[in-house]
């Protein structure tokens, strides 16, 4: 198999991981079983490799201009130390990356990306920051990232560092901290609904930290978890997966992500104009969960009709693990998005009956 | 990777034993082992007729969902209804858990499948 490999690649392949190809990427899609790493971070703690995503520092007097121009959450409200969840969009408003903004002071920060965009990300932000007093460097390569997520996450990190983990809020970042005695900087995020940390380090580092983590962890019931239950995670937390909740034709308004664009900021964005329009003209359409009341599992790309019309496309379903039934999201019409309307989900040319339902999946379950 | 004997194969790791007119058809181990633990199964109805390389039903792990096709051509004159309640069985024993018995409707195509031998081969190369 092609692909590139993170530095703890023989560690997944040792510890039985399935390896598949993302984003060119050799990762495990599991080792143990989809289910088990679930409910390992739903109930004790998994731990992920996300070395494959992307690191992009902005540096410079201007950094907090530029970013309030690029990305559509208001950068200039941030606190040092603070991380807001964002996007970058094209001037139709649709989407470039969903991301991490992490600031460490007002002239230097670090974007966390995707993985499958880190040189479609990185190409756009060195073209938008012509005439801005910004240096940017693509940090990827010499970055390593561990997600260490559920409710005993701090519990065993607090075992590898010395500081009090309690001092550090839910999307907040501490820089030089010690873990395992390697420096690395670690922020109070994650994408699967649990408390949990990200650590990211140089590298050299990351095998140790891993290594220290699984040991510790065994009395708290960690389990190394893979890719498949990462998305699972993350779709019953109700959050976005770009390609399929959002992307170059689904905007952040459709996706029902209007928090995170801050149409009424006084700085200019790329796309607010856009924006601003849809959002007083109303919506065409509109994300929805749905829950199946006929026999199946919905998956990405399935269509949504209703008496025979087509009216829109699950943009992610799964027989959820937590919820141990079948849900999805999907993007359909405006006029059918009502809680309560039932719509026909296309599995394999048969329609199977579903209702719309609030995306809120583990707090209405 | 588990091959049974006197079976026939496709490349898509489904497998047939003939008894008489009839056959049994499934998933191979290989099947099984790639999709990872099966939560779901989608049979056909009997008396559904089929040709062969044509999907007659579904897998489906948490992750992806696989069709499955007709070794051969025929009518389903029996589906494994235990299956739909625990698909598990899958996992467990893909040769003994059968998904359909069916009619078989032209015994020449058998020839254009793989011996259990070829199969083998087939699998190494795979690798």
Redesign the interface.
């Known amino acids: 198999m092609d692909g590139r490999k993170t530095p703890l690649y023989e560690e997944h392949v040792k510890l039985g991981g399935?390896i598949v190809n993302y984003a060119g990427w050799l990762l495990p899609?599991?080792y143990e079983?989809?289910?088990p790493e679930h409910e390992a971070v739903r109930n004790q703690a998994g731990l992920f490799d996300v070395s494959h995503m992307g690191a992009i520092r902005v540096a410079g007097k201007e950094a907090e201009k530029f970013l309030d121009y690029l990305l559509t959450n208001d950068i200039s409200k941030m606190n040092d130390n603070q991380v807001v969840y964002t996007f970058m969009c094209y001037p139709h408003g649709g989407v470039v990356d969903d991301l991490l903004t992490y600031k460490f002071n007002n002239e230097e920060y670090v974007l966390i990306v995707n993985a499958a965009n880190i040189d479609k990300d990185y190409d756009w932000i060195m073209d938008k920051k012509e005439g801005f007093d910004v240096e940017v460097e693509n940090q990827s390569d010499e970055t390593s990232i561990l997600a260490l997520q559920g409710p005993e996450a701090v519990n065993i990190l607090q075992k590898l560092v010395d500081i009090d983990l309690s001092e550090i809020k839910s999307f907040y970042l501490r820089r030089d901290v010690k873990v395992a005695g390697i420096n690395c900087m670690i922020s109070r995020t994650g994408y699967t609904g649990e408390d949990g940390f990200e650590i990211y380090v140089d590298n050299e580092g990351v095998l140790k930290i891993w290594n220290e983590l699984l040991e510790v962890g065994k009395d708290f019931g960690l389990k190394p978890a893979g890719l498949?239950c990462r998305?699972?995670l993350r779709f019953e937390a109700t959050l976005p997966l770009y390609g399929q909740e959002l992307s170059e034709e689904i905007n952040p308004l459709e996706a029902g992500l209007k928090f995170f664009v801050k149409l009424k900021k006084e700085a200019d964005f790329i796309g607010k104009e856009a924006l601003v329009k849809m959002n007083e003209e109303g919506l065409k359409r509109k994300m929805v969960g749905f829950e199946l009341k006929g026999?199946?599992?919905p998956?990405d790309g399935y269509e949504v009709q209703k008496d025979g019309k087509v009216i829109g496309h699950v943009t992610t379903g799964?027989?959820s693990?937590t919820l141990k039934k079948s849900i999805g999201n999907a993007l359909i019409d405006i006029n059918e998005s009502e809680i309560g309307n039932e719509i026909d989900i296309m599995i394999?040319n048969k329609p199977v009956k579903a209702v719309v339902r609030d995306r809120k999946f583990l707090q209405n379950r | 990777m588990k091959v049974m004997k006197d079976l026939y194969y496709t490349k898509d790791h489904e497998w047939v034993k003939v008894e008489g007119d009839l056959a049994f058809v499934g998933i191979a181990d290989f099947a099984q082992s790639s999709l990872?633990?099966i939560?779901?199964v989608?049979l056909p109805e009997v008396d559904d007729e089929f040709d062969k390389e044509e999907?007659f039903g579904?897998v489906?792990?948490?992750?992806a969902?696989s069709?499955v096709f007709m070794p051969i051509g025929g009518k389903v004159v029996e589906v494994n209804e235990e299956l739909i309640d625990d698909p598990a069985l899958l996992n467990s024993d893909p040769y003994e858990n059968w998904m359909i018995k069916i009619e078989i409707k032209d015994k020449a195509e058998l020839d254009e499948l793989m011996t259990s031998e070829e199969y083998e081969k087939f699998l190494a190369e795979e690798e």
């Open positions: 399935k899609v599991q079983g989809l289910v498949g998305d699972t026999r199946g599992i998956r799964y027989m693990p394999r | 990872g633990d939560v779901y989608e999907a579904a489906e792990s948490v992750k969902a069709d």
